[in-house]
């Protein structure tokens, strides 16, 4: 009978060799994962923090602000008429107030 043991150590050494690459892809791939999660947690952060600025900037802003009279107290707006030669206004230049002349 032929002794295989020789045989069955080398396919053990190549399984072995085989599990420690797959064990170094994945800590390289949630190294990366890693990464992209601390980039994106520092760029979301960032954005939260330019936006807090904002907010307190118009808090102070507006605490120093007159206040507005409400649209219905602002006189109505005059219709501006469209030059001579052109198309019939359209709905939007209608509902903005154009109209043709002529």
Same mark, same amino acid.
């Given at each position: 009978?032929?002794?295989?043991?020789?045989?069955?150590?080398?396919?053990?050494n190549?399984?072995?060799?085989?599990?420690?690459?797959?064990?170094t892809d994945?800590?390289? +791939?949630? %190294?990366q &994962?890693? /990464?992209?999660?601390?980039?994106?947690? *520092?760029? =979301?952060?960032? +954005?939260? %923090?330019? &936006?807090? /600025?904002?907010?307190?900037?118009?808090? *102070?802003? =507006?605490?120093?602000?007159?206040s507005?009279?409400?649209?219905?107290?602002?006189?109505?707006?005059?219709?501006?008429?469209?030059?001579?030669?052109?198309?019939?206004?359209?709905?939007?230049?209608?509902?903005?107030?154009?109209?043709?002349?002529?």
């Amino acid at each position: 009978m032929r002794d295989i043991r020789s045989d069955l150590h080398e396919r053990a050494n190549l399984a072995e060799e085989e599990i420690r690459t797959f064990y170094t892809d994945c800590e390289r +791939k949630i %190294e990366q &994962l890693h /990464k992209e999660r601390d980039a994106k947690v *520092a760029k =979301a952060k960032m +954005k939260l %923090e330019i &936006l807090s /600025k904002l907010i307190e900037f118009e808090n *102070a802003d =507006a605490s120093n602000m007159p206040s507005v009279a409400p649209p219905e107290a602002l006189p109505p707006l005059s219709p501006v008429p469209l030059p001579i030669g052109s198309t019939a206004p359209t709905p939007l230049a209608q509902a903005i107030g154009f109209k043709k002349v002529g």
